[in-house]
């Protein structure tokens, strides 16, 4: 075979030889001596050229597979898979769904991180089994894993986590490992860049307590069984504020179409449809929107900023950059990212 005559194995070298063989093959690959589909030799006929132990090639081809650098065929042989090659650190990067506010934390990071790394986005919906095998396939792949984690029931109730999810995030190294958005109190090695949504939502509704006392009732539009729950923790959080201030509250699962709304009642709403079902309601009663009923929602967006609605968000420009920083300047630790009660004319 000719490729043999390519491969340099230094007997007098500090580099251990299993990296002496994975280096050079990539570096052959590089000059374009190998190509993709090229076979390349066989652990016996590697290691009987070069007098080497099986189990010295065994760990480079090991190492070289995992990086998809080369692949297997039962009975055939080993191949190159792949000759393209991109500096930097690999990063995998999962997310439970892609929208209005959660994109722009990955496109925050991607900008903060600049050309240093190369990052692959890939999206579960918040399905274990899709989640489990996206891990699976790609357990030894990447340098770094950004996880925000965010699963559901067969009921399409909320869980943050799952013991399969679980299990399998401990598979990874932790301190290759950023949870963002969620934590998982059992993790507690990997690295965390997240909100508190219990606590978040309490002190954002307490720091604007002055306006929403002028209102006889609070709604919180709360989806049930929704394709993406969302995290109860914003359950328990309202209604700690709503007991602790002795405020008169109601909890909705949508705005239906035959809800009546009156005058003095503040609504906060998390999903865009239900916000926007209400602004038409209020319309169509002919009422003030600050004045006679008040609406806050969750998370904030640009259209948000621009029609004047009240908001209370997480800092997603400050997630995904911080999250960008832990890689580059290789940190460790728990970060709570900032979370903002914005008074607009909306109550």
Do not use: W
């Not at 439970?96 to 994109?103: D, E, M, P, S, V």
């Not at 894993?145 to 399998?168: D, R």
């Not at 963002?180 to 606590?199: M, R």
């Amino acid at each position: 075979m000719e490729i043999l005559q390519d491969i340099t194995i230094k007997s007098n070298s500090s580099t251990p030889k299993y990296k002496q063989i994975v280096n050079s093959i990539i570096q052959n690959i590089i000059v374009g001596n190998l190509r993709v589909d090229q076979k390349i030799p066989s652990i016996n006929l590697l290691s009987e050229e070069y007098y080497l132990s099986r189990d010295t090639v065994e760990k480079a081809y090991k190492i070289l597979k995992e990086k998809q650098i080369i692949t297997s065929i039962r009975g055939k042989g080993y191949y190159i898979n792949r000759t393209k090659f991109d500096s930097g650190a690999n990063v995998l990067f999962l997310i439970n769904k892609l929208n209005h506010y959660k994109l722009p934390v990955y496109n925050y990071f991607i900008k903060s991180l600049g050309q240093s790394c190369n990052v692959d986005l890939k999206v579960y919906h918040c399905e274990e089994s899709l989640f489990l095998n996206i891990l699976e396939q790609n357990i030894k792949t990447y340098d770094y894993y950004i996880i925000m984690p965010h699963f559901k029931t067969e009921n399409n109730n909320y869980i943050s986590c799952t013991q399969a999810v679980l299990e399998a995030i401990k598979k990874l190294p932790p301190h290759k490992t950023i949870l963002i958005d969620n934590k998982i109190k059992q993790l507690e090695e990997v690295s965390e860049v997240y909100q508190d949504f219990e606590n978040d939502i309490y002190n954002a509704l307490k720091s604007g307590l002055n306006k929403i006392n002028k209102y006889k009732k609070i709604f919180l539009i709360y989806p049930k069984n929704s394709n993406y729950p969302y995290p109860k923790k914003i359950l328990h959080g309202f209604r700690k504020f709503c007991v602790a201030y002795k405020l008169d509250f109601e909890i909705l699962d949508k705005i239906n179409p035959d809800l009546t709304i009156n005058k003095g009642e503040l609504f906060i709403t998390i999903e865009e449809a239900d916000l926007v079902h209400l602004i038409e309601k209020i319309r169509d009663k002919k009422f003030a929107i600050g004045t006679d009923v008040g609406i806050i929602s969750y998370n904030d967006t640009p259209l948000k900023a621009l029609l004047g609605i009240t908001v209370f968000s997480a800092d997603f420009k400050i997630m995904g950059e911080k999250t960008s920083q832990m890689i580059l300047n290789n940190e460790k630790g728990k970060f709570k990212v900032p979370f903002n009660f914005i008074d607009r004319n909306s109550i």
